[in-house]
């Protein structure tokens, strides 16, 4: 079953250094996701990427953070600047269409990429 | 802004035992709604997607409801196994897929042996 495969699994930072978290979505998928979870807390939408731009961001996903589709199947999140309020699991997903009221928005989500900052 | 509540926050149930975990959200605009399953340390399994013009699905053991109009959404497990042990989380979309998934907290589930 075609799976999204995130890099690293765990990743433990400085605080202030810049990290960057890696994922191979779907093949066929064109629409990407990053997600976040703080531990204990609810699964937080970040932002979603199409066509090789943002679609969407929420107003967690501020200047610190970039995303990047350097070729044609990495797609990256970048943390410039690491807080100790970033450290997380950080969540890629894709999927093959939107939702919306014509089709179905199953999202696939890789194992998650767990940032501590120290 | 949509949110989404998930009751009870965890439940532990003996095996064989016939289970239902809660979701609300408080704007019943939505697309669809997602059941997911979470593992420990593990990423999000899609269990169950029902669109918004739909009331029910069902996946082997599994079923779930969904009443837009109340802002309700059940999850039904029948049988219940020691494996089905794992945080299910209900998630929404509230814009079309493009701003994201709207998740509950999640209720994290025993099944005792």
């Known amino acids: 079953e075609p799976e999204v495969t995130q890099t690293p699994s765990h990743q433990v930072t400085q605080m202030g250094q810049e990290v960057i978290l890696r994922c191979v979505p779907i093949s066929n998928h064109l629409y990407f996701y990053w997600y976040r979870q703080i531990l204990g807390q609810k699964v937080e939408f970040l932002v979603s990427?199409?066509?090789?731009?943002?679609?969407?961001k929420s107003e967690i996903f501020d200047d610190q953070f970039s995303v990047e589709r350097p070729d044609g199947s990495n797609f990256t999140l970048k943390i410039r600047s690491t807080k100790l309020e970033d450290s997380a699991m950080y969540f890629c997903a894709s999927s093959e269409a939107l939702g919306g009221l014509s089709g179905a928005n199953v999202l696939t989500f890789g194992a998650g990429s767990r940032l501590t900052v120290l | 802004k949509q949110e989404v509540t998930q009751i009870p926050a965890a439940l532990s149930v003996p095996e064989g035992e016939n289970l239902v975990l809660n979701c609300s959200f408080t704007?019943?605009?939505?697309?669809?709604l997602q059941w997911f399953r979470q593992d420990p340390g593990k990423g999000l399994t899609s269990l169950l997607l029902i669109q918004s013009s739909q009331r029910e699905q069902t996946s082997g053991r599994l079923n779930a409801s969904l009443d837009k109009s109340s802002g309700r959404s059940t999850l039904y497990i029948a049988a219940s196994q020691p494996g089905d042990s794992a945080t299910y989380l209900c998630?929404?979309?509230?814009?079309?897929?493009?701003?994201?998934?709207?998740f509950g907290k999640g209720t994290h589930l025993i099944i005792q042996p």
């Open positions: 998630a929404v979309d509230s814009g079309g897929g493009a701003d994201g998934l709207t």
């Open positions: 704007d019943s605009a939505i697309y669809n």
């Open positions: 990427f199409y066509n090789n731009e943002i679609s969407e």
